[in-house]
C-alpha cells in the first residue's frame, strides 16, 4: 500500500496490503503472522478443560442451547406440563416439562436467574437487561446465559 505523507510524497507502508488487492476497497491492514504454538506442544494441550469435546459435541451442545432458548421464549410459566425432547451427546433422550425448567432456573445464581427471565421469558432487548443489572457489559450478559443454559441442559 501506499501511503502520502505531508509533503504529496508517496512512501510504502511494510506490513500491510491493500484490500484492493483482495476485491475490497477501504483502508488496508497489517498482514499479521501466522500463530505458532509454543514449542512442539500438541494441539490438544492448549484447548484447555474442554479439550476432550469434539466439534459434533459442541455443535450438540449450541443445538440443545438453542432448544431451550427458543422454548422458555415460547411457552409461558403458567404451561406447566409443556414438554421439551433433549437428546443428550450419547444419544439419551431427557424429557423435561416446563415446571421442572421453572424449578431449575429459580434455583440458578441470581443474575443468571434475571437474565433468563428477563432476556428470555420476558424478551427484553440485551441492552436493556445489561442496564437494568448495573450496567454490565454484553459479554458478561452472554457468559451468564451460555452458562445458565448449559445447566438447564445437564438437568
Known amino acids: 500500500m501506499t501511503m502520502m505523507n505531508r509533503n504529496g510524497q ?8 491493500s484490500q484492493a488487492s483482495h476485491g475490497q476497497t477501504g ?10 504454538r509454543p ?4 494441539e490438544s494441550d492448549m484447548d484447555g478443560e474442554l479439550g476432550d469435546m469434539s466439534s459434533a459435541d459442541w455443535q450438540q ?9 427458543e422454548f422458555l421464549r415460547a411457552v409461558p410459566r403458567s404451561e406447566t406440563e409443556t414438554t ?6 450419547n444419544g439419551d433422550q431427557r424429557l423435561l416439562t416446563r415446571a421442572q425448567l421453572s424449578t431449575a432456573i ?6 443468571q436467574r434475571q437474565i433468563l427471565r428477563l ?23 452472554e457468559r451468564d446465559q451460555v452458562e445458565a443454559l448449559d445447566i438447564l441442559a445437564d438437568l
Do not use: F
Open 10 to 17: 508517496g512512501y510504502a507502508q511494510p506490513g500491510w496490503t
Open 27 to 36: 483502508y488496508g491492514r497489517p498482514q499479521l503472522p501466522d500463530a505458532e
Open 39 to 42: 514449542g512442539n506442544m500438541p
Open 61 to 69: 451442545r449450541a443445538h440443545t442451547r438453542q432448544l431451550i432458548r
Open 84 to 89: 421439551l425432547v433433549i437428546v443428550r451427546a
Open 106 to 111: 429459580d434455583r440458578l445464581r441470581p443474575r
Open 119 to 141: 432476556a428470555l421469558e420476558e424478551r427484553w432487548p440485551r441492552q436493556r437487561v445489561c442496564e437494568y443489572l448495573h450496567n454490565i457489559s454484553i459479554k458478561t450478559l
